[in-house]
Nanobody
């Protein structure tokens, strides 16, 4: 099993930056592809970004491409989401997820077995 804990969320203004972190414990972190998802009030949880177990194949939803960067440090058991030029529509609870069904990462929620509790990101206009 893997336990995931997100941090780094907060209230920022449009155009600001935040870096989310997700610390993993339990099973060997390097075995898992990692993903970031987000859920806004009244909406379904949606894919944001993913990265393979060996830090290749970063993949982004079109809505964040060019603004967000996913990375991981397997020595620190941590995955990051650098978010630049934030927009009000980025407001959501952000979740990290770990999975082994798709080693290169996936946009599908079902590809991930473990989820964090989420961290709130609020972007004011």
């Amino acid at each position: 099993q893997v336990q995931l804990v997100e941090s780094g969320g907060g209230l920022v203004q449009a155009g600001d930056s935040l870096r989310l972190s997700c610390a993993a414990s339990g099973d060997t972190f390097g075995r898992y592809a990692m993903g970031w998802f987000r859920q806004a009030p009244g909406k379904e949880r949606e894919f944001v970004a993913s990265i393979s177990w060996v830090s290749t194949n970063p993949y982004y939803d079109d809505s964040v491409k060019g603004r967000f960067t996913i990375s991981r440090d397997n020595a620190k058991n941590t995955v990051y989401l650098q978010m630049n030029n934030l927009k009000p529509e980025d407001t959501a609870v952000y979740y990290c997820a770990a999975g082994r069904k798709s080693p290169w990462g996936s946009v599908e929620r079902g590809a991930y077995d473990y989820w964090g509790q989420g961290t709130q990101v609020t972007v004011s206009s």
